[in-house]
C-alpha cells in the first residue's frame, strides 16, 4: 500500500548522508581537466593549492573516487539546518488542477537563505583545519558572500568579501548581514589592491563587475600570509558538496517510494542544479534508471542553450584556470537581469559535459515569466522564492501543465534553493508592471564568443 | 536511558495539535471582561460581531471551554510549514559554556517570518466561512500585515492593509512582499476614510501612528459591506490560535522526556508569549506542574514592569473595546524602537490577569543589549533573528550564564518568534555603533496612566 506522502518529509538527523558523492567518478568519458592559465597544460594540485586550500584542489582535480566522507564538524553545522525538507507542492497541484505530483527541496531554511551554505562551510573548514587565518572571495547577488560569512563566523575565520560596488549601494542589507555574521564588505572596484586601483584610474566611477571583484579578492588572497581564495559556484569541488541536496533529496523520495521522473534546477554556474542532479545522473551513468534531468537558464544568460562548449577563462581578469565548458564567452556582459545569482558567463564543466552527452537538457525563460511563475508560488506555496530558484519553478508548473493536457501523472522534483527576501526591488518592479525582458541577440552573442582564448 | 536529542526536534505532520487550548478555561479567576466602549458595560457577541466576525467574536468571549478544534482548511494550511522545529541550541551553549540546556522553538520558517501566520489563517478562514468578501488591519513593523496577505491570498479573500505611513516609505521590502500576496496596501493616515481626511487636515505631513492605522482600517471594515476588521495581536482569540506554538514545543518535550524549568518569550501584546506559554500555564494553574514563565519587553516600553493594571482602550482612537491589562496608557508613545512589534503601550488581558496572579514575571532590556545578544545568537545558531525574537534571546543567555555560575544544569525553553531580514536597518545602526537606548522617566510614563479611562 502505498504510504501518504506528507506536505514536508523531514529526513531524520541520522538519516543525513555521510558522504557527498562525486558523480565524475561514474563517467566513462570525464570533464576536461582544468588548465593553468599561463601554459594552457592541465594545472597540477601544487599549482592549484596556491590559490585555494589543499584539501579543496585535491577535491577539484579528483575524478575517480565516487564517495568524500563528510567531516563531524561540518555534519554537526549541517545540523542545525539539515536535513532540509522536501516538499510536496500539494497547494500548488490543486491550483494548476493538474495530475501531476510536484516536489520541491527546499534549501532556502538557513539564514543565508539559499543552498551556498553547504559549499560555503566545507570550503571554511578545509581552510580551518590548514591552519589559514582566513578566505577572500567576491560576491554579486550577495547569496555567496551571505553564507560564506555565516560559515566563517561559526569557525572564527577572518573573511573578506569583495562585493561588486552598485550591489554593495543597491543591496545594503546583504551588506549588514554580513557585516552581523563579522566579515569585512569592501565595494569592488576598490583602493586597497592593485587591481582595484589601476580599473578605479582607468574607468573613473565604475560600480564594478563580478569580473573585477574576482581578481580583487584571488589577489588579496595571494598577498597575505595565511589566506586562500574560495569561489561559490561552477567548482567541481563545489558540486561536490552541494550533492547533499540531491542525495537527501533522493532518499526522502526513496523512503516514500516514490520514483522522479524529472528533476529540475535553475543553472548559473551550476552548483545548485549540479548538487541536486548528481545521484539521479550516478544512476543513469551506471545503467541503473533513467530520468529527464532539466536546466532551466535565464535567456539574458543562455549559456547552455546559445553557448559554445571549449576552453574559457572562468574570470573576466582570466587570472583562474581555463575550464572546458558551455560558456558564451569570458567577456560576455550579460544584461541587467534580476536572478543575479544566474548572471555568469559560463557553466560548470561537470554539468557541461553531462549535457553535451545528452543526460541532460536546458531550456532558457524570461524574467517575466519567471516573475509570474514565482508570484503564483508564493500565494499557495507560501514560500517567497528567489528569482534565482523562480526558474526551476516556471519550468516545473509548465511540465505540470503539458501533464493536465496529455492526463499523465508525471512526478517533477525541482529544487527550491533560496528565499528572495533581500530582492524585493525585483518583485516591486514586477508588481509595478515595469520589469522588462533580455535576450541577446545572435551578434551580440557572436562578439563575445569570438575572443574565446585558442587552446589545442 | 535517556534518548540523545537531535539539533531540530521535528514532530510529525500527525503529531500536529489537532485542537487549540483556551487557558482562560482553566483559569479560576478569569480575564476581566471586555468593555463596549461607549457604554462601559461587557461588550455582547451581537456587538463584538459588527467589527469580528461571528466565529472569532465567539472565541473571544469563551472563557470556560478548553479546547477548540482546528478546522481541516487551517490545519491544511499548517502543514505547509508547522510542525515547526523545536531547536536544542547545542551550539549557543557551547558559546557560552553554560551547564544549562537551551531550546527555541523557531516560528521563523514561512514567509511571512513570523509566528503572526497561525492567527492569521485562522482569522481570514472564519472570516470566509462566513462569506465575507474581505478583511482590513492595520501594520507597523509589518509582520503582521505580511501573515494576514499570505493567508488571504490563499483563500482569495480581499486584505486591505493600513500601514504606518512612516513605515510604507521605510520598509518598502515589507510593502512590496504584501503587494506580492496582492495585498491592498495604504499609507496611514490616507485621503480614503473620513478619519485619515481629518488627521491629515489637522497634522499636515504627518507620518501616522498605530493607532490612528488601526481607526482607519476599523472604519474602512465597517464601510464596505462583506468586511470585517482583524488584529494580530492582545486579543484572546489571537492568544487562543497562537496556543499551537506551546502545544507542540510542549509536545516535542515530551517526546524525548524533556522537563522543561524555565519558558522565555518576548512581549508585545502577548501573541507570542501568550501562545508559548499557554499549555505550561495550564499545568500550573491544574496543580500538575511548576515552570517559571518569563515575559521579556523593552525598556522603551514596559507595560508589564512599569505599567498599571486597569481597564484601558486598546488603540489610540477609542474606537474598540477596553481591556483591563497592564497598560502604560493609550496615550502613550514609545519612542522610536527597532522592536516595532512590541512597541504597544498595553498587553494580552489573559496575559495581563496570569501576571497578576503570580503565574508569570517579567523583565525589561534595553535595545543595545537585545542586537549584541541577536549578533552572538545569529554567528552561531545561524538564524537571523528579529529584534523582536532577541529579547528573549538575551534574557535565555543571561539565564544559562547563571547556570554556568551556579552549576545548575536548568532547561531553558525560549520562542524564537521570527527573522530579521527586515530589520537590517536596526542591525546596521548596532554594526556602526550608532544604536541607542531609551527608558523613559517616570515622569514621563506618569502623564499617559494620568488619562486613563474612569471606569467602575
Redesign the interface.
Known sequence: MEKKI???I?L??HEMPRQWYNVRADMKKKPAPLLNPETFKPITEDELSKVFCRELAKQELDDTTAYFDIPTEIRD?Y???RPSPL?RA??LEEKLGTPAHIYYKFEG???S?SHK?NSAIAQAYYAKMQGLKGVTTETGAGQWGTALS?AC??LDLDCQVYMVKCSYEQK??RR??M????AKVTPSPSMTTEVGRKINEEFPGTTGSLGCAISEAVEAAGSQEGYRYVLGSVLSQVMLHQSIIGLEAKAALDKYGVKADMIIGCAGGGSNLGGLISPFAGEMLRGEADYELIAVEPSSCPSLTRGTYAYDYCDTGKVCPLAKMYTLGSGYIPSASHAGGLRYHGMSSVVSELYDQGLLTARSVTQTEVFEAA?TF???????PAPESSHAIKVAMDEAMKCKETGETKTIVFGLTG?G??D??A??KY?DGVMENFIPTDEELAVALSKLPKVE
Request: glycine content about 6%; proline content about 4%.
Open positions: 506528507p506536505y514536508k523531514y531524520e538527523e553545522f545540523k542545525m539546518y516538499v500539494y497547494c531554511n538557513n539564514t537563505g551554505l555565516m563566523s561559526y545594503p542589507f549588514e548581514v557585516r552581523t555574521y563579522g508570484q508564493a500565494r499557495v506555496e507560501g514560500i517567497l528565499t527576501y533581500f524585493m526591488y518583485y516591486q508588481n
